[in-house]
């Protein structure tokens, strides 16, 4: 028998409620703002908000999903916390062998858990979404922010934010491999976009992607008949990889604007401490 689809949690709150999400700027759900403001993790929040530890408007609120916006009071322990949003990026050297993914059901580690391990103590109640993914074997420039609208703008086919990687191959690749790579090669899942594509040494291969498909410089390469044997991200947009490997640093507010053309709204706070 068919399963019957699960409703996002999200969506079961949203019909739960009687009043409108409130217009104004950044409304925002209750748990998701406590995250970007870096006052608790999201996993964090909703451990506070189950055990009766977070008011919102001077009531107990359980509901993550709870609206807020502009003028919300929000206490955690009965700390007035402020939940201004200020936009922050960083960016990670992943080592290999960690995946980017929340969940990790085989126990392999993630991404994330070797983020938080390293950030300073303020940091770490951010919640931290990755910019895109990368394989757990790719090495390189992982960004994170705490604005999901920056992830979605470095991540969009859209915007075209270019993603530089250097990758060791099978075999040596020839000028009409590299060609055929440059003018856009036929993937199952559609065309490529042209790519940068120029030879490093005879078994390495710098590609240049404006777009971040699943597997993507991988597909690409075994394509033209030169398996990836390692692979690692050096740039995204004008944002070169300068930390060493498990590290981090976080970008200026310039670096994003320029390194990434997003230009942070600044946000009126989505509550304020009463
Ligand atoms: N393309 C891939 O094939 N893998 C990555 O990790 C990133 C881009």
Redesign the pocket.
């Known amino acids: 028998m068919a399963r019957k689809p699960k409703t996002p949690r999200w969506l079961e709150a949203a019909r739960r409620r009687k009043e409108p999400v409130p217009e104004g700027s950044r409304a925002d759900w209750l748990v998701r703002a406590l995250g970007r403001a870096g006052v608790m993790s999201r996993a964090e929040a909703e451990q506070a908000l189950r055990e009766g530890r977070v008011e919102l408007d001077g009531h107990v609120e359980r509901d993550p999903f709870a609206p807020v916006h502009s003028g919300s009071a929000v206490r955690v322990d009965g700390q007035p916390r402020a939940l201004e949003a200020r936009t922050l990026a960083l960016m990670f050297h992943k080592p290999a062998g960690v995946v980017v993914h929340g969940s990790d059901p085989e126990g392999i580690g993630t991404v994330f858990e070797r983020l938080r391990a390293v950030l300073t103590p303020e940091l770490r109640g951010y919640e931290w979404y990755a910019v895109g993914?990368?394989?757990r074997?790719?090495t390189g420039l992982l960004l994170f922010t705490n604005e999901e609208r920056l992830v979605a703008h470095a991540t969009s086919p859209e915007t075209h934010v270019s993603?530089r990687?250097v990758a060791e191959v099978e075999g040596q690749p020839s000028e009409e491999s590299l060609q055929r790579l440059r003018e856009g090669i036929l993937l199952e899942d559609g065309p490529a976009r042209p790519a940068g594509a120029r030879l490093l040494a005879p078994s390495r291969v710098e590609l240049v992607?404006t777009e971040?498909r699943?597997?993507?410089?991988?597909?690409?390469l075994a394509a033209v008949g030169h398996p990836?044997r390692t692979?690692h991200?050096e740039a995204v947009g004008e944002l070169l990889l300068d930390v060493p490997e498990g590290a981090w640093r976080l970008l200026t507010e310039a670096e994003v604007e320029q390194g990434l053309g997003f230009r942070a709204i600044p946000s009126a706070p989505a509550g304020k401490p009463r």
């Open positions: 993914r990368l394989d074997d790719t993603k990687y992607l971040g699943h597997h993507q410089v991988k597909r690409m990836v692979l991200r």
